[in-house]
Nanobody, 123 residues
Framework: QVQVVESGGGLVQPGGSLRLSCEVS????????AGWYRQAPGKERELVAS??????????NYAETVKGRFTISKDNGQNTVYLQMHSLEREDTAVYYC??????????????WGQGTQVTVSS
């Protein structure tokens, strides 16, 4: 059974930094593709940052609104995906969700979502 748990959210002042973690537990071989999404009140969920699966070169992409401020990374040894956020703005306030595509020992693939972690940027 695979579980995806985000952590690291909280209240931060404008200009501050946070690092979100997305830990994947269960009998998996590796995390292939991954993405961080966010959903602000009254808005649709949007993709913030992503790492393409290895078959697509592991290309990293960012939403224009976070380029230069956010960094996504993946540690397969720890089965964890990170989102480092700097220069946070009030507009970054949202629930942040992690989505991962995992590969099992059988080479089967599956897609999972975490439960979300709240990020609030406010003075």
């Amino acid at each position: 059974q695979v579980q995806v748990v985000e952590s690291g959210g909280g209240l931060v002042q404008p200009g501050g930094s946070l690092r979100l973690s997305c830990e994947v537990s269960g009998r998996i071989f590796s995390i292939d593709g991954a993405g961080w999404y966010r959903q602000a009140p009254g808005k649709e969920r949007e993709l913030v940052a992503s790492i393409a699966p290895g078959g697509f070169g592991g290309v990293i992409n960012y939403a224009e609104t976070v380029k230069g401020r956010f960094t996504i990374s993946k540690d397969n040894g720890q089965n964890t995906v990170y989102l480092q956020m700097h220069s946070l703005e009030r507009e970054d306030t949202a629930v942040y969700y992690c989505n991962v595509e995992v590969i099992f020992m059988t080479l089967r693939r599956a897609d999972y979502w975490g439960q979300g972690t709240q990020v609030t940027v406010s003075s």
